[in-house]
């Protein structure tokens, strides 16, 4: 596969870069590009029908004006007070508002909605455009002409409910999900919740592919199309030796009308650098990011200009890790072309060796902290580092003493943070999404949470026993059939009520098959 690039079309004009030189990058390109496509749905594209009608909601002349500006450009628009409208449903090209006007109810059909005042929910639908934010109407205007006739889109994102810690899970005390921070987080109808189904629900038209569910996302449940974790771990692969300089794969474009962009090429290929285009930057979280670190054993320059939150979250969780085990920073993050200058130009000065190269192939069977928690543990190699902050980590507490290894807590879990073996119930703290789920899951109140960060040591990063009891022997037939805790719980709750009666009450000591027998008096 042959990909369009500017960026190697760049490097082919400078006489300073030789056809060696351009063959080899090239080929990590080419194959980056292959890898994505091989992870992509892009050619399972969808379409909706956008006419010229649009809804103009607001009051005034300027409201007016730009009505009647697309009437003269051919469209079908009207104005409206938003005071009028008593709601607004459907997606781009077939919207629907149910409207009163002078004591007449009815409904209106459009395609695209232009806002003169502020309308958060109404902002948040692809087709719904602020007048605001442009700074003449012909701007607009070539915005909305973009969507006219056969609209194409795709799925920006992939969802897998095996891993999700919304997906029909018991609501809350508030009547919500453990955890939507996904719903939370997104500013567009690209993801919503239903809690009456505990459902998520995506719209690939509305998707505005920021990023920020996959950012977000503890357990892997959500993907970027193209840059999922294992593609990002085979591209990552490529660049071994080589610094990656990760930035979003639609800035590529805007580098060829760049200034200082001979001085940015020449301290890429001075500095043994190479660009690594990404769908978005803003999808990379402290898994992403360790991959990238470790399978090019090199540190990684991200360039984001809109200085994301999310993004410098997760850096500064990387960059905690790092500077705790190896005094450095793992990731360094700049958000001018200078700063991604001086960011490329200290990986060259760097005198300390870095070592933390470690491969790891995850598969899709796999949540996402179970990656995180394979690479951490080859960094911290037997160490303790003490204790970063993270928010989204952390461990749970369990009360022996109260455990009745009724396991509820085991089934609560889907990460695989809590397992159970040989009567024995085990966590593994750097799995723990920190979703809260097992504390109402557990009958005898015997969970609770501590969800101050990562410790930097093999405990967390490994199985623990936190609760144990003997097996208990049937009294019949001498079989284990189950926890001496459990049975001496049930026994203590149903003795009362058994009272007198002998053979219910030994019943309560043995096995499923025994218990029928002593209960009826069969030998």
Known sequence: MVVKSTFLNMLKS??????????????????????????????????????????????GDEAKDFADFLQKEGYEAGVISPYDVISVSGHLGAFEAQVKVGGNLG????????????????????????????????????????????????????????????????????GEGWCHRCVDECPSFGVSKDDSLMQLKFSALDCIACGKCVM???????????????????????????????????????????????????????SNALALFTPQVHALNETYLLTLMQESAKQVVLFDISKDELLEESVGMVNGITQAIFGIDGVLLAHSYDELIAA?????????????????????????????????LSMVRGGDFGKVKARGHGRIVVDSNKCTLCLSCVGACNVGALSSSEFSLFHHPSL??????????????????????????????????????????????GKIFASSKSVEKIAAIMAPIFSGDEARLRSLQCCDTCKVKVMFGVS
Not at 358 to 376: G, I, M, P
Not at 459 to 464: A, E, P, S, V
Request: net charge negative; glycine share 4%.
């Open 14 to 59: 400078y006489a300073f870069v030789s056809a060696e030189t351009t063959n080899k990058i090239a080929e990590i390109l080419n194959e980056a590009a292959e890898i994505s496509a091989d992870y992509s749905d892009f050619l399972h594209s969808f379409s909706v029908q956008v006419d010229s009608s649009v809804l103009v909601l607001g009051e």
């Open 107 to 174: 409904k209106i059909h459009f395609s695209q909605i232009v806002l003169f005042y502020e309308d958060p929910h109404l902002i948040r639908f692809a087709g719904c455009e602020s007048a605001g934010e442009y700074d003449s109407p012909q701007e607009l205007l070539d915005v909305l002409n973009s969507r006219l006739g056969q609209f194409k889109y795709h799925a920006p994102v992939h969802y897998d409910d095996r891993f999700c810690q919304y997906h029909l899970r018991r609501p809350d005390e508030s």
């Open 216 to 270: 977000v996302c503890p357990s892997g449940a959500i993907k970027r199309d193209g840059f999922s974790l294992e593609a990002a771990q085979k591209i990552a692969k490529l660049y071994f030796g080589i610094t990656p300089v990760v930035m979003n794969s639609q800035i590529e474009s805007d580098l060829e009308g760049l200034e200082i962009k001979e001085q940015l090429i020449k301290t890429m290929l001075d």
């Open 344 to 376: 490329i130009k200290k990986t060259k000065d760097l005198d300390v060796k870095i070592d933390w190269h470690y491969t790891y192939a995850q598969d899709d069977s796999e949540a996402l902290y179970q990656v995180f928690s394979q690479r951490l």
């Open 432 to 477: 723990c999404t920190t979703c809260g789920y097992c504390v109402p899951s557990c009958p005898e109140k015997a969970i609770s949470t501590d969800f101050g960060g990562i410790a930097l040591n093999e405990t967390f990063l490994q199985k623990n026993e936190v609760a144990k009891s003997e097996g208990f022997k049937c009294v019949e037939c």
